[in-house]
């Protein structure tokens, strides 16, 4: 705390010391109970588990006499060990809850030393006394890997959307060519090359599947951008970029083959039904 370590989302800093050193905010005095006592959260954890992902929201618990006592989020921890915890002030804990003696989570800086070695050398001699050492690595990837295994399902759906979606998108393009079957045959009749009417289809369906990616990148931009200049985002361009031009790719094979089908069926049925 005294050299402001972890990475902040957002905090209710307001002088200098506090926007250096946001852990100062839990030594702010608690005024009346209204108001609540300073707490400080994970962000996933305020907004997933509590839905509170607000500075400024407040949260009710029970002290050590099953009294309700309000907290106040003062601070949003980024990516943090701490999810699922509550983190209040020294002064306010035992004030709150004095019938809890001793410490049970311990923050150990290995220094220079090797962490695995670290944490042998305290599971050790203290292993019988119920002491369980974990790296911070391990404990952070124990919950991404929760948060990752999310992710991975919504993907999967969106893929399956995105499946479906473009089986849609052929249908719909094959449909619209062969309804306008009379139309382009009367085009062939009057002169027009098959190669010329075949480009002229493939632009249309070019510029409206252009259109339909753009309109789509600016909505998920307006969804996204708020998480993505806070940092608590990044961009896969790489596949996000793949996926887009599949979307594109497959959307003008769809049209070519309807256009090559269409323009290779015999001119006059076709005029006869126009």
Same mark, same amino acid.
């Given at each position: ?46 907004? #997933?588990?509590?839905?509170? %992902? ?16 309000? *907290? ?16 209040? %002030?020294? $002064? ?10 001793? #410490? ?22 203290? %292993?019988? #006394? ?19 295994? #999310? ?13 479906? %979606? ?13 309804? $306008? ?6 085009? $062939? ?32 931009? +307006? ?25 594109? +790719?497959?959307?003008? *094979?769809?049209? *070519? ?14 005029? $006869?039904?126009?």
């Amino acid at each position: 705390m005294e050299r402001g370590g972890f990475a902040w989302a957002m905090s209710d800093a307001q002088t200098p010391e506090q926007k250096q050193n946001p852990w100062l905010l839990l030594d702010a005095p608690a005024g009346n109970d209204a108001e609540g006592r300073p707490v400080v959260l994970d962000f996933n954890t305020a907004m #997933y588990s509590l839905h509170k %992902g607000q500075i400024g929201d407040t949260l009710s618990i029970d002290d050590g006499s099953g009294r309700a006592v309000t *907290l106040r989020i003062v601070g949003l921890l980024k990516n943090s060990i701490f999810q699922g915890d509550l983190l209040i %002030g020294e $002064r306010a804990f035992l004030e709150l809850f004095p019938q809890v003696s001793g #410490y049970r989570f311990f923050l150990v800086d290995t220094g220079n030393e090797p962490p695995a070695q670290v944490q042998q050398a305290l599971e050790g001699p203290l %292993g019988d #006394y119920g002491f369980d050492a974990e790296l911070s690595r391990q404990r952070l990837a124990a919950f991404f890997a929760i948060q990752n295994t #999310y992710l991975s399902t919504f993907q999967s759906l969106g893929g399956l959307g995105l499946l479906l %979606g473009t089986f849609g998108l052929a249908t719909v393009q094959l449909r619209s060519v062969l309804e $306008r079957r009379g139309e382009l045959a009367i085009m $062939r009749a009057a002169g027009f090359r098959q190669a010329l009417l075949a480009r002229l289809v493939m632009i249309e369906n070019a510029l409206l599947l252009i259109g339909g990616l753009a309109v789509g990148i600016a909505a998920a931009l +307006v969804a996204v951008l708020p998480h993505w200049l806070s940092g608590g985002a990044e961009v896969p361009w790489l596949s996000l970029a793949l996926t887009l031009a599949l979307v594109l +790719v497959v959307g003008l *094979l769809a049209g *070519l083959v309807a256009v090559r089908a269409t323009l290779r069926a015999e001119l006059l049925p076709a005029l $006869r039904q126009e």
